[in-house]
């Protein structure tokens, strides 16, 4: 048994990032470790990082900037880790050079932890642990969640899609799929300790199968579990999208009404370019039959401006678009080039940062609009509202979702964290809605009788 040491872990990036930081919880406490409150009371210090953006690794810079300072300035003996997509995407050029770092591991390696930092400690060991599974999906680690009325669970790791920007194919390796018993058992154990909400992850999430079994079959199962209110995804790919999930969403009123789709550009040139493998017009047809089957689904989005070659004709493309589609919300994002990707390899990133930046303020003001109109169409009605906290900015009131994803504020006493609250919308600004508590929720009701 190593020595017990402090541990500390700050995650940056997606929620599946979130999550492998509480499977890393879990190994390390395995192990004999225990968890520290914050950095200054830790032996060792972990980042979680992502890789996702050049501005991601920024954020790792700079973050690293100052845990050297606490290094030095301790009475004791402090270790870094870079865990993650930043760590299995510049490998040994992340240790040659920034001293600082005792060792690294990517994102399918969390169980050589405790080695690494026994070994780290013992001789001083630069340790690495960057190979990428093709099984390795963590099953039987129970991950130590932070509690709260979510609890993320990832169903499949790994992509295979190759999008020619995205570096998640090298830092998170190929796609696997995890057992549907172990899911399912890990959902029950979640309802029975109190979470309310499950979030079930993958990086192309819609790809989850195991022989018959596909992603729309696991939501149905997950959606039986007793005690779970609410069941939510994240993110599929438009390209295979089966409309088998879209009827279990519609039947089941404990499956929210909120879907994730990444749109990414809206020519079909671009399209093309990145690999995305539908048109336009496929994706809205899309669009058109997610918005049949389910009344009121709300449907949000990425984009990317400044791909390379996007001309502003195909930039308007993708304005025009964001503007017939209606999306509820988007998350727009410039284009950065990223290491041994094939756009990187093959393509000029040409668009000049001005270019890029006048493009996401379009952008970004168009969707803003967008938003605010859909929600003020919410003005009036009454929605049911997951009580998640009581937001810091605004006293004596509680902040939670509606199953279409639109956070709500509303005033009152008597609320409970996880309940299911009935509220009346009297205004909404800027993404937020705002209303009074009209009474608790009988939330399995509404869509069935939508439904019908
Ligand atoms: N540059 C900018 N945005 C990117 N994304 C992925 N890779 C890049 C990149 N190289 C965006 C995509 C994706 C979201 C998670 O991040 O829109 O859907
Ligand atoms: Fe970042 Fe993508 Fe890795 Fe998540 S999977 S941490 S978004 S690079």
């Not at 154990?189 to 992850?201: D, M, N, R």
């Not at 956070?407 to 937020?432: L, M, Q």
Request: with cysteine; hydrophobic share 35%.
């Amino acid at each position: 048994m190593p020595d017990a040491l402090r541990i500390y872990i700050e995650t940056y990036g997606c929620q599946m990032n979130e999550y492998d930081s509480e499977l890393v919880k879990s190994l390390l406490s395995g192990a004999g470790h225990s968890l520290a409150a914050n950095e200054h009371d830790a032996e060792i210090i972990l980042l979680n990082t992502c890789a996702i953006r050049e501005n991601a690794h920024s954020k790792i810079y700079a973050r690293l900037q100052q845990l050297k300072a606490l290094k030095a300035k301790k009475s004791y003996r402090v270790s870094v880790g870079i865990l993650g997509c930043m760590a299995q995407n510049l490998r040994d050029d992340l240790l040659d050079t920034h001293h600082e770092i005792d060792f690294i591991a990517g994102p399918d390696s969390y169980r050589e932890l405790p080695d690494l930092i026994g070994r780290s400690r013992k001789t001083g060991e630069k340790g690495r642990a960057l190979a990428l599974s093709r099984t390795e999906t963590y099953s039987g680690v129970d991950p130590i969640r932070s509690g709260g009325v979510n609890a993320w669970i990832a169903v499949m790791r790994g992509c295979d899609n190759m999008c020619s920007f995205c570096v998640v194919p090298y830092t998170r390796g190929r796609e696997r799929s995890r057992d549907p018993k172990g899911v399912l058992a890990e959902v029950e154990s979640l309802a029975e300790a109190g979470y309310k909400q499950v979030t079930l992850l993958g990086q192309n999430v819609n790809s989850y199968r195991i022989g018959p079994f596909g992603f729309a079959e696991l939501v149905e199962a997950v959606a039986g579990v007793p005690g779970i209110e609410r069941v939510r995804f994240t993110s599929p790919h438009p390209k295979d999208f089966p409309e088998s999930l879209l009827e279990v969403i519609a039947r089941h009123p404990n499956v929210c009404s909120h879907i994730h789709l990444p749109l990414q550009a809206g020519s079909n040139r671009v399209l093309d370019l990145m690999k995305r493998t539908y048109t336009i017009e496929e994706f809205e047809d899309l669009v058109a039959k997610m918005r049949s089957t389910i009344p009121g689904v709300a449907i949000s989005t990425d984009v990317i401006v400044g791909f390379p070659t996007e001309t502003d004709e195909e930039f308007e493309d993708t304005y025009r678009a964001m503007e017939r589609v209606r999306f509820d919300f988007a998350f727009i994002f410039k284009y950065s080039e990223r290491h041994g990707t094939y756009a990187a390899k093959k393509l000029p990133d040409d668009v000049a940062p001005e270019k890029k930046t006048e493009r996401i303020v379009r952008l970004v003001d168009l969707q803003k609009r967008i938003t605010g109109e859909i929600n003020k169409t919410y003005v009036g009605s009454t929605v049911e509202v997951l009580v998640e906290e009581e937001p810091e900015k605004y006293p004596g009131h509680w902040s939670g979702r509606t199953d279409t994803f639109k956070n709500t504020i509303f005033p009152g006493e008597g609320c409970k964290i996880g309940e299911i609250v009935r509220v009346e919308i009297e205004r909404s600004r800027g993404s937020a809605l705002f209303g009074r508590a009209v009474g608790r929720a009988a939330e399995r009701e509404k869509r069935a009788s939508a439904a019908g």
